[in-house]
């Protein structure tokens, strides 16, 4: 891989990471801040702290609209294709990734602000939300940004599409300025959708996507999000991190912070794994064990990408077998079905990362909807560039663990949540 935009010699954001400490060769700390919901905006330049909602998947919401299988026979569906990189002002990345994403959290832009929920997805780059010109039937039940409403709009004469396995996202481009509870941002690059594929952004509680993944990954060079919080001295350090609840809902299903770290919120150690290729939030595993056998699917090298815009575990296809005769699985329509009163009895996962070993409890790892039980997996076909074998911690895997995203030292850390 050539050099990225966040390399140190040649990166704007870099260069802005490193004013706050890049290099750093100390264990990350950070200052003990005391919250409580009523004061978490006070304290925003310190440490952000953005809510995230847990809501219905698109998956459930098409299936319950009887529109999903007829959805998937009419696409090539592999997660990893959305880690693909393509050539020029066009992506293509199959949309059925966020078929599983369900936590979101709120944002502005414009002034006066109009606010839209967004997926906070670590596995993209760009920031978009529906324009009011969007005639598509997937924004008339979303939020759409007014440009005349805001006085601080500055429009741009380029446009980028964003092609996906069931039809092309087209954004026209503009400036505005962003809000993130007390975090702004003047002037900050973002797309507005003219055209929406109706399957199966109709269906998403999201409005739009803010992507949190390198800035080189970002469609036709735009400026990032978390670029222009670094250039514009938003954030406290140039860290952000995920915290996922074990029971979310609706108003409570998670935090995003931005600037930092929470210590409340996990326990015990922080394991750092390097990141491997900086395009994605992608790091080196190790090895990967069922129960106490310890595989050796990893001895020639595995990688691993952690997306918070994918909610299941993906595991290669030549792994897949394996995994489900050791939990007893069996394939069907709705996914790798265990029999529920089975679940406490099935073994553990443990993926081996930074030197740690970083368990999944079947209670974990398993689904339970409505007493029908499923494996939280997913099967991909496509290995990493390098050739070696792509996994994707999912959300399933980072509702165990507190993640940290530290930009200044290519990092990411993971330690256990509470």
């Known amino acids: 891989m050539e050099s990225s935009s966040w390399d140190m010699e040649s990166s704007s954001w870099d260069r802005r990471a490193a004013g706050h400490g890049a290099q750093r060769t100390e264990p990350l700390k950070m200052p003990n801040y005391s919250y409580s919901p009523l004061c978490a905006v006070v304290f925003c330049l310190s440490l952000c702290r953005i809510s995230l909602k847990k809501g219905l998947s698109i998956r459930d919401k098409m299936r319950t609209a009887g529109v999903l299988d007829d959805f998937l026979k009419h696409i090539k569906y592999d997660p990893v294709k959305k880690y693909q990189p393509s050539q020029g002002s066009v992506v293509r ?136 919080m670094l250039e514009q001295d938003q954030l406290a350090e140039p860290i952000f991190s995920f915290y996922f609840s074990r029971q979310p809902t609706y108003e409570y299903g998670g935090e995003l912070i931005l600037g930092g770290i929470d210590p409340r919120l996990f326990q015990g150690d922080i394991t750092w794994a390097p990141v491997a290729q900086k395009l994605y939030w992608q790091v080196a595993l190790e090895e990967f064990a069922i129960g106490q056998s310890v595989t ?73 909807s409505n007493g029908y039980c499923t494996l939280g997996i997913e099967v991909t076909y496509l290995p990493s560039e390098d050739g070696q074998p792509l996994w994707i911690l999912g959300d399933v895997f980072l509702k165990e663990y507190y993640t940290i995203f530290d930009m200044a030292n290519n990092r990411v850390g993971f330690a256990l949540s509470v």
């Open 93 to 228: 990345q199959p949309i059925t990734n966020h078929l599983d994403s369900s936590y979101f959290g709120e944002i502005s832009i414009g002034e006066p602000p109009q606010k839209f929920l967004v997926l906070f997805d670590t596995g993209s780059s760009n920031l978009w939300v529906p324009s009011m010109d969007c005639k598509s039937p997937a924004c008339f039940n979303h939020a759409k940004f007014q440009p005349n409403d805001s006085v601080t709009f500055s429009p741009s004469d380029r446009s980028h599409t964003v092609s996906y396995g069931s039809g092309s996202v087209t954004i026209a481009l503009g400036y505005d300025t962003l809000r993130i509870q007390s975090i702004t941002v003047t002037n900050q690059e973002f797309g507005l959708s003219q055209d929406e594929p109706t399957q199966p952004f109709y269906f998403a509680d999201f409005d739009g996507i803010l992507g949190m993944a390198y800035p080189s990954l970002a469609v036709g060079g735009m400026a990032t999000a978390l670029e222009g």
């Open 296 to 368: 050796s699917w990893c001895s020639q090298g595995c990688q691993a990408i952690v997306d918070t815009g994918t909610f299941l575990l993906t595991v290669p296809q030549e792994y897949i077998e394996s995994i489900l005769q050791a939990v007893g699985a069996q394939e069907t329509s709705y996914g790798f079905a265990v029999d529920c009163n089975d679940t406490q009895s099935l073994p553990p996962i443990t993926f081996g990362i930074g030197g740690a070993q970083l368990p999944l409890s079947p209670s974990t790892y398993v689904l339970n």
